[in-house]
């Protein structure tokens, strides 16, 4: 069974930085791996993602600010979050496009999530 184990999330104050962590077990393959959060209100938005190549896509809203980085021995996923602002509050979750060890096909699986709070 695949499963995702977020850690690294907490309070910050304004400017400061955060790195979050995510280990995927159970796992006979991965594609692409990723964040995502959600505020308060709001829908769940993608933050970051990142290929098996270690190709990155960014939230425009997050673009020189946080570096997301994998790596595949470990399956692990990290997102370094610098000069955090208030309106980066929310739960974020880890995601990965993932073959189990049951080999039955490739799914996408979702992390339990981890608060970040960024106070001004």
């Known amino acids: 069974q695949v499963q995702l184990v977020e850690s690294g999330g907490g309070l910050v104050q304004a400017g400061g930085s955060l790195r979050l962590s995510c280990a995927a077990s159970?796992?006979?393959?991965?594609?692409?791996m990723g964040w995502y959060r959600q505020a308060p209100g709001k829908e769940r938005e993608l933050v970051a993602t990142?290929?098996?190549?270690?190709?990155?896509n960014y939230a425009d809203s997050v673009k020189g600010r946080f570096t997301i980085s994998r790596d595949n021995a470990k399956n692990t996923v990290y997102l370094q979050m610098n000069s955090l602002k208030p309106e980066d509050t929310a739960v974020y979750y880890c995601?990965?496009?993932?073959?189990?060890?049951?080999?039955?096909?490739?799914?996408?699986?979702w992390g339990q999530g981890t608060q970040v709070t960024v106070s001004s």
């Open positions: 990142i290929t098996s190549g270690r190709r990155t």
């Open positions: 159970g796992i006979f393959s991965i594609n692409r």
């Open positions: 995601y990965c496009n993932a073959d189990g060890f049951s080999r039955q096909g490739f799914a996408g699986y």
